[in-house]
């Protein structure tokens, strides 16, 4: 699974891929450390008050394949019967992974259908409707991974100032989409006053990157400015389908 991991993780999916593993036995802890070593998959432990394993009903060494909602997406692969030592099994539950990552988005709004069916119950949400008067439309809700339905989760952007190097950098940290996520895009703007807004986005670089592996289907980033800004700058995020 590690191999299956590697190799999905450099290709460009449109919902990114994350796989978890979970020790089957219930009671005994003792299987972990050779599990991990060496690898970096996450690796939780079963109990019998969680009780995965009842409650998915699975069965020795399964791969349940599961769409954002956790909803059931494919057929099981067991790894017993269909050993990962060869390379036609390896591609068989590649190509599952890679189907259940395909993005949906009938009304071509940028935003998952998933997403939309989840919190709206339709599909056909206006992209710039604020349904919780928090002052953020559904775009942005979606692409920075607040809840559109709760004026308490407000998509936002820590700015911060980064002291590694001779003079100070400016940081944004901000949750947004694994994967492809239908082509989003997002900028970094900044202002003077608040009222013209100009793309800074060539002016910063990656600087880290935090997978959550929370449900969410996003990660938390944080970007550095190349070089020193004026102090007196104003700066946000803008979420834009490409």
């Given at each position: 699974?590690?191999?299956?991991?590697?190799?999905?993780?450099?290709?460009?999916?449109?919902h990114h891929?994350?796989?978890?593993?979970?020790?089957?036995?219930?009671?005994?802890?003792?299987a972990n450390?050779?599990?991990?070593?060496?690898?970096?998959?996450?690796?939780?432990?079963?109990?019998?008050?969680?009780?995965?394993?009842?409650?998915?009903?699975?069965?020795?060494?399964?791969?349940?394949?599961?769409?954002?909602?956790?909803?059931?997406?494919?057929?099981?692969?067991?790894?017993?019967?269909?050993?990962?030592?060869?390379?036609?099994?390896?591609?068989?539950?590649?190509?599952?992974?890679?189907?259940?990552?395909?993005?949906?988005?009938?009304?071509?709004?940028?935003?998952?259908?998933?997403?939309?069916?989840?919190?709206?119950?339709?599909?056909?949400?206006?992209?710039?409707?604020?349904?919780?008067?928090?002052?953020?439309?559904?775009?942005?809700?979606?692409?920075?991974?607040?809840?559109?339905?709760?004026?308490?989760?407000?998509?936002?952007?820590?700015?911060?100032?980064?002291?590694?190097?001779?003079?100070?950098?400016?940081?944004?940290?901000?949750?947004?989409?694994?994967?492809?996520?239908?082509?989003?895009?997002?900028?970094?703007?900044?202002?003077?006053?608040?009222?013209?807004?100009?793309?800074?986005?060539?002016?910063?670089?990656?600087?880290?990157?935090?997978?959550?592996?929370?449900?969410?289907?996003?990660?938390?980033?944080?970007?550095?400015?190349?070089s020193e800004?004026?102090?007196?700058?104003?700066?946000?995020?803008?979420?834009?389908?490409?």
């Amino acid at each position: 699974m590690q191999q299956i991991f590697d190799e999905l993780r450099e290709e460009d999916l449109s919902h990114h891929v994350e796989i978890l593993g979970v020790n089957w036995s219930q009671d005994d802890e003792f299987a972990n450390d050779l599990m991990t070593e060496g690898r970096n998959l996450p690796w939780l432990q079963d109990t019998l008050i969680q009780n995965v394993r009842d409650q998915m009903s699975a069965s020795y060494r399964d791969v349940i394949i599961l769409d954002p909602l956790n909803r059931e997406q494919a057929i099981r692969f067991n790894l017993t019967t269909s050993d990962l030592a060869l390379a036609t099994n390896r591609e068989v539950l590649k190509k599952l992974l890679r189907n259940a990552a395909v993005f949906v988005d009938e009304d071509d709004d940028g935003i998952a259908d998933y997403w939309e069916q989840w919190f709206f119950g339709a599909i056909d949400i206006a992209g710039n409707l604020d349904a919780d008067n928090d002052g953020a439309d559904q775009m942005i809700e979606y692409g920075l991974g607040s809840d559109p339905l709760s004026a308490q989760s407000i998509p936002s952007v820590e700015v911060g100032l980064s002291q590694e190097v001779e003079s100070p950098r400016v940081t944004l940290t901000f949750r947004r989409r694994l994967g492809l996520a239908g082509g989003l895009h997002y900028l970094i703007e900044a202002s003077e006053e608040g009222e013209k807004w100009s793309d800074q986005s060539s002016s910063f670089r990656l600087q880290k990157t935090i997978r959550t592996f929370d449900g969410t289907g996003t990660e938390i980033v944080t970007f550095q400015s190349v070089s020193e800004f004026p102090i007196r700058k104003m700066f946000r995020v803008r979420v834009l389908k490409d």
